[in-house]
């Protein structure tokens, strides 16, 4: 059974970076599910896709967040990380990282995905 467990801190300071990552279990980053979203849910508003990374290590943005946004991955850890910089308390959010097979950019239905995380509350404030 796959699972995403996301990790992070839960309280960030105005302008500094967000750290979060998303661990992954039974099933290989590299080799197994081809594409690895960021998604969050800032209070009392919708879903907002953030950006992928496939299994070769490409990734894409959303146009919105790209100047601040950085995807990556740590194969040996099987782990996929969030770097959001400069962050505001409009970054508050629940953060989700989510599984898909196919290249899906911008997309927010949850049904698009095969797997979701529980997600993780971020706080920005000072």
């Known amino acids: 059974q796959v699972k995403l467990q996301e990790s992070g801190p839960g309280l960030v300071t105005p302008s500094q970076t967000l750290s979060l990552t998303c661990t992954v279990s039974?099933?290989?980053?590299?080799?197994?599910?081809?594409?690895w979203h960021w998604i969050r849910q800032p209070p009392g508003k919708g879903l907002e896709w953030m950006g992928v990374?496939?299994?070769?290590?490409?990734?894409y943005y959303s146009p919105h967040l790209k100047s601040r946004t950085f995807i990556a991955r740590d194969t040996p850890k099987n782990q996929v990380t969030l770097q959001l910089l400069s962050v505001t308390p409009e970054d508050t959010a629940v953060y989700f990282c989510?599984?898909?097979?196919?290249?899906?950019?911008?997309?927010?239905?949850?049904?698009?995905?095969?797997?979701w995380g529980q997600g993780t509350q971020v706080t920005v404030s000072s």
């Open positions: 990374i496939s299994y070769s290590g490409s990734t």
């Open positions: 039974g099933a290989s980053i590299a080799t197994g599910f081809d594409y």
């Open positions: 989510a599984a898909s097979k196919t290249l899906i950019l911008g997309v927010t239905s949850k049904d698009a995905y095969e797997y």
